[in-house]
């Protein structure tokens, strides 16, 4: 059975994954505000595009691309280039960027100039609804159906297409979408990572959302009351790496992120006395 990895170019954890992801995974990355899930997406992505192409026993990504549903490609590579400059260029040149804000603000009361990614001016055909506008979701699937295969995935909010779904169909309907999107990773063969807000959506309804995950990756701050702002992911669930984890008594990571390294692992928190 293939048991290739795709690493998270993350030199601080992928070693404690021994290689990295398991191909083909949905990963959903559930962050309080703050704490680092952008991070690190985006240090990964970059470090990733740096590496070899051929690494024995891993998988290196064919693309990459970022889908965003409310903001422009100028606006999300200004926030890389102010907290990331050693990234900048690395990720300009090679990610491919979807863009669905327009899609996103179609029908809504939000004026066309604000929600155009560019200067545009007001026509007869700039009223008139595309296909995407249409249906938001169907287009997002047909994306992925083209650029997905090898690739590595950001949909930058799911939290945000869930908000859109439920305006559009009902629950049941964006968990069956979601089922599907795991489905069809496998068929990738590559990684989708997907960010949520923590605590927009009621405790039962992430929880649903949660399982229809290969992995739950969670940022959050530290809670324990050290006077030092301190961050922390860890493993919620994820198929075929929580047994590694267990084994090593590992219960999560202090993480840290600065502009010249990005997303790097501080410190493994290992269960106490072990």
Same mark, same amino acid.
């Given at each position: 059975m293939d048991?290739?990895k795709?690493p998270?170019g993350?030199?601080s954890?992928?070693?404690?994954l ?5 191909s083909?995974?949905?990963?959903l990355l ?7 899930e952008f991070?690190?997406a985006? *240090? *990964?992505i ?8 051929q690494?024995?026993?891993t998988?290196?990504?064919n693309?990459?691309?970022y889908?965003s549903?409310?903001r ?6 200004k926030e ?5 400059p050693?990234f900048?260029n690395?990720?300009k ?7 669905f804000?327009e ?6 009361f ?8 560019s ?7 700039s009223?008139k609804?595309s ?10 699937i047909?994306?992925l159906?083209?650029k997905?295969?090898g690739s590595i995935?950001?949909i ?7 908000q859109?779904c ?11 979408f ?9 068929k990738w063969d590559?990684l989708?990572y997907v960010?949520? *807000? ?5 405790? *039962?309804?992430q929880?649903?959302?949660?399982d229809c995950?290969d992995?739950?990756?969670v ?11 301190q961050?922390?992911m ?9 047994p ?8 999560n990571f202090e993480?840290q992120?600065?502009?010249?390294k ?5 410190n493994?928190k290992?269960v106490?006395?072990?």
């Open positions: 048991s290739k795709n998270t993350i030199e954890l992928d070693p404690v021994q290689g990295g992801f398991p083909g995974s949905l990963v559930l962050g309080e505000i703050g704490a680092g991070e690190f985006i *240090s *990964s970059a470090r990733l595009l740096n590496r070899p192409k690494e024995t026993g998988l290196i990504p693309k990459v691309c889908v549903l409310t422009g490609k100028d606006d999300v590579m890389i280039s102010l907290s990331f050693e900048y690395v990720i040149d090679q990610v491919e960027f979807k863009d804000s899609a996103f603000f179609a029908r809504s939000i004026p066309i100039n604000w929600r155009c990614s200067q545009c001016e007001l026509s007869f055909d009223l609804w296909n995407e506008e249409e249906n938001l979701v169907v287009a997002l047909d994306y159906d083209k997905a295969y995935v950001i930058d909010s799911l939290t945000v297409l869930a859109h439920l305006e559009r169909m009902e629950w049941k309907d964006l968990i069956m979601l089922r599907g999107l795991q489905k069809a990773s496998k590559g989708v960010m949520l *807000s923590e605590g927009i959506f009621e405790k *039962s309804k929880e649903e959302i949660q995950m992995g739950v990756m940022f959050e701050w530290d809670k324990q009351g050290s006077s030092k702002r961050r922390i860890y493993m919620k669930k994820f198929r075929g790496l929580l590694v984890l267990d084994e090593d008594n590992i219960v993480t992120i600065s502009s010249q990005g997303f790097e692992v501080s493994i290992r106490r006395g072990r």
